[in-house]
């Protein structure tokens, strides 16, 4: 270890705004005086930060000629701190300790177990219906992470809202973000299966002009455009409707009560296909081309509690039955529907 003085008050060694100014270089310097410190000397304060003796005594030097004092004393045997370097020493030691513990805990929260929180958000009715449920069971193996869901149908901006990770529905547009496609998403036309005895369900789109349609109305204040494929191309076209709402389930609720039909998405309907309340309609122009996507700003320094959050939402959600295009199923349900 280098002999140490007894402290005394940090003399004047010149102008704080030059010091300020010559910051950057003056930092290195600072970290290669106190590994010498540490280190006992120049040689081994050169191994500790991966550069040479020479180097490391050209930034101590530096680092005396900007305060205008000599901070060690050195001889060919030994090193000691001056007065002046003691005090510089015991000043500039608990920044240090302080900057290196703050490099220790962001590595930890990279590397180490997941913690820390997180702030998600997510469409409403995606939300509420398969994000909120898969939560409890994310805490309960991670208890350490803070959850934060915040439900939106406008799409969130994850730099300026702060946001961690965002689950979004339909097709990417933005290529300044991750994302990863969870399970494709399914936009299913609906009636319910009273609806479907007592009037049939359309078999083409020009059927649609006839039938009771129920619309969507967007975050942006925008109706929703009912999109099919017909001949390998995209089709969309906004029904004339009497009713519009601006919450999915409202939707849901009104073809359930046999108020019309809708196109809607096929994680809210798949349960409901599959317990015969809801009919599926010209399956065969279902679009095929959208997602559920999980979403994050960058793939770089990913913190751990991000990375187990992608990856057990993803393989939670996957195991879901949120897809229901299988032709049984809606063969199924049709031929119900038919015999009755």
Known sequence: MIAQHSSSPLPNFGNADMLATSFATSYAGVVAFMTVVAEGSFSKAGDRLGIGRSAVSRGVQKLESQLGARL??????????????????????????????????????????????????????????????????????????ELDLLLSDAHADLISDRIDISFRNGRMEDS??????????????????????????????????????????????RLCEWE?????????????????????????????????????????????LREG????????????????????????HLPSRVRVFVDHMTAAIRARELQCAGEVLIAGALTTVDSV
């Not at 015991?90 to 490099?103: E, K, L, M, T, V």
């Not at 319910?192 to 975050?219: F, K, M, W």
């Not at 017909?230 to 108020?259: I, M």
Request: aromatic share 6%; net charge positive; charged share 20%.
């Open 228 to 272: 099919f494929k017909v001949q390998g191309e995209v089709r969309k076209l906004t029904p004339v409707s009497r009713v519009t709402f601006n919450d999915a389930e409202l939707v849901l609720q009104a073809v359930l009560q046999g108020q019309g039909i809708a196109q809607m998405a096929g994680y809210q309907v798949c349960r409901l």
């Open 277 to 300: 309340r809801l009919v599926s309609c010209m399956p065969q122009y279902a679009p095929d081309d959208s997602g559920h996507f999980i979403c994050y700003p960058s793939r770089q």
């Open 176 to 221: 300044q973000i991750i994302a990863k496609q969870i399970v494709p998403m399914q936009k299913l036309l609906c009636v319910s299966s009273d609806y479907a005895r007592a009037l049939g369900t359309p078999q083409s789109l020009d059927d649609l002009v006839h039938r009771e349609c129920i619309n969507l109305r967007l975050a942006s204040g």
């Open 72 to 145: 060690l004393s050195r001889t060919t045997r030994s090193l000691a701190l001056t007065r002046e370097g003691e005090i510089f020493h015991a000043r500039c030691h608990p920044g240090i300790a302080h900057i290196s513990q703050a490099i220790e805990d962001l590595r930890d929260l990279r590397d180490g177990p997941p913690r820390g929180s997180l702030r998600i958000s997510a469409p409403v009715g995606f939300g509420r219906r398969v994000v909120a449920p898969l939560l409890w069971d994310f805490q309960a193996r991670y208890p350490d992470i």
